[in-house]
């Protein structure tokens, strides 16, 4: 089926531990995004992927880490999960360049608690 | 990236327009205004996009002035279902915007 998906939905996990969050996507789109979202705080970037192989930080980077080996997939792992990571995870991807509609398209979210 | 102002939350009663509006002062002159829905346990849905004067699609319409250092999103005849967090996004669409940075949006609450 077209479009993008996280897994897992729902996680837990104990402090310390390494723990992969899955996004995929089958538009080929270049661009895509990781965020986070608290209570409060609203949606922040933590990391974005322009193309296969270039990644750069966004606004909360600590403590994660991306990789991106092919355009449709953009894995976001917590080396060693700490509780002030319990969030919602949302990953995007978005088509950029030239006239056409840049219009982001999100993933359902994982949430993610740390124990 | 120019900044945005929004409400923090607007209330509204069904079957009335509602009009979100969001304030970015220091424009450019290649930003496009992006509009955004969010529902409960849900990532963000793209809703509208402007450059200038009014779009209109068949979910909102975006009034956009002349000089472009504001934006009003306008929901006609909100139902239950329109209750979300609304996001105004300003930048350009092939370099900097292309991060999307999300503000706190304005939580609209849509009752009977």
């Known amino acids: 089926d077209a479009g993008i998906t996280q897994s897992p939905r729902y996680k837990i996990t104990e402090t310390g531990r390494q723990v992969t969050l899955m996004c995929h996507q089958t538009w080929s789109h270049s661009y895509m995004f990781w965020y986070r979202q608290d209570l409060g705080h609203g949606l922040r970037l933590i990391y974005y992927?322009?193309?296969?192989?270039?990644?750069d930080k966004g606004e909360v980077p600590d403590g994660y880490v991306v990789s991106r080996s092919k355009t449709e997939n953009f894995p976001l792992t917590l080396e060693s999960a700490t509780r002030s990571q319990t969030s919602v995870y949302f990953c995007?991807?978005?088509?950029?360049?030239?006239?056409?509609?840049?219009?982001?398209?999100f993933g359902q979210g994982t949430r993610l608690t740390v124990v | 990236l120019a900044k945005t102002t929004q409400p923090i939350s607007m209330d509204s009663y069904e079957g009335q327009e509602v009009n979100i509006t969001c304030s970015h002062n220091?424009?450019?002159?290649?930003?496009?205004i992006t509009w955004y829905q969010q529902f409960p346990s849900q990532g963000p849905r793209f809703i509208i996009q402007g450059y200038k004067t009014k779009v209109t699609n068949e979910v909102a319409s975006l009034f956009i002035p002349a000089d472009r250092k504001s934006s009003t999103l306008s929901l006609p005849r909100v139902s239950l279902s329109d209750t979300a967090v609304y996001y105004c996004l300003v930048g350009d669409l092939n370099s900097g915007y292309s991060t999307l940075t999300f503000g706190k949006g304005t939580m609209l609450l849509v009752s009977p």
């Open positions: 995007a991807s978005r088509w950029v360049g030239g006239k056409w509609s840049t219009e982001a398209f």
């Open positions: 992927s322009a193309a296969a192989d270039i990644t």
């Open positions: 220091n424009i450019a002159t290649n930003d496009y």
